[in-house]
């Protein structure tokens, strides 16, 4: 570590050497407990490095996440509006006293830029992504920590381009529950939620279908049984 900070090498070296510091310098030494602070501010000083960097990429994240909408579609990279995303909602990723962390599976193809709206594109992606972490949490009511991590939450996310490379699909997957098949046929309706009340307001899905299917003249689909998750897929035309 001493590497790191030459300040620090310097005062090892001057203790090594300095025959008598003196009384003064000793007294000094042992008010600002010099072991303790040597040990201690590398590792400070690397905290606080790693907050700012990821200060830093949040704060990069939020740009490309809430990046203005023009009146036309603009090529964009959607595994960057994807990763931001993720980045905005880790914190309700990683494990708590609840549950273990959650891990998000992604297999991201060749997909050149897409020719979208981004800010709408990734209110999608945060509308899917939030759901499929309610779909989990909602699903591990009743077990324990331990139950949980015996069979891990997991979100699997994939894009792939279509056989004619015409389209992009996006494929969002949680290992929940799942929903029955009335559920189903309700989901993307006009304010209908299976969340509590003030925790949901049935608008996430229908708002994303619209931007999906009116916007991006693309389809926005779920496939879902009892017992073995569900997947939402969106598929969008890669030219306007």
């Known amino acids: 570590m001493s590497s790191q900070f030459p300040e620090l090498a310097l005062i090892n070296l001057y203790r090594q050497t300095f ?7 000793e007294s000094a030494i042992a008010t600002i407990d010099l072991e303790y602070l ?6 400070l000083i690397c905290s606080l490095k790693e907050g700012s960097d990821r200060i830093q990429a949040i704060s990069a994240s939020l740009r490309t996440f809430s990046r203005a909408d023009s009146d036309r579609k603009v090529p964009f990279n959607i595994h960057k509006g994807i990763e931001s995303t993720l ?3 880790k914190h309700r990723l990683k494990a708590n006293e609840h549950h273990p962390v959650i891990d998000v599976v992604k297999s991201y193809g060749k997909i050149a830029q897409l020719e979208c709206f981004p800010g709408q594109i990734n209110q999608v992606f945060m509308n ?4 499929a972490i309610d779909a989990l949490e909602e699903s591990n009511k009743g077990h324990s920590f331990q139950q949980i991590e015996d069979n891990p ?5 994939v894009t792939t381009l279509s056989e004619d490379r015409h389209h992009v699909l996006i494929r969002i997957q949680d290992n929940g529950e799942g929903m029955s098949e ?3 046929q309700k989901l993307f309706g006009y304010l209908f939620t299976t969340k509590a009340v003030s925790k949901g307001t049935g608008l996430g899905l229908s708002i994303s279908r619209q931007i999906v299917e009116e916007k ?3 389809q926005l689909t779920v496939t ?8 939402l897929a969106i598929v969008i035309p890669v030219l306007s």
């Open 19 to 25: 025959p008598d510091p003196g009384a003064e310098i």
């Open 38 to 43: 040597q040990e201690d501010l590398p590792k």
């Open 87 to 89: 980045l905005i909602l």
């Open 128 to 131: 899917l992504i939030a759901n």
């Open 153 to 157: 939450n997991r979100i699997t996310i």
């Open 182 to 184: 009335n559920v189903k």
């Open 216 to 218: 991006h003249g693309g």
């Open 224 to 231: 879902s049984e009892l017992g073995n998750g569900t997947e």
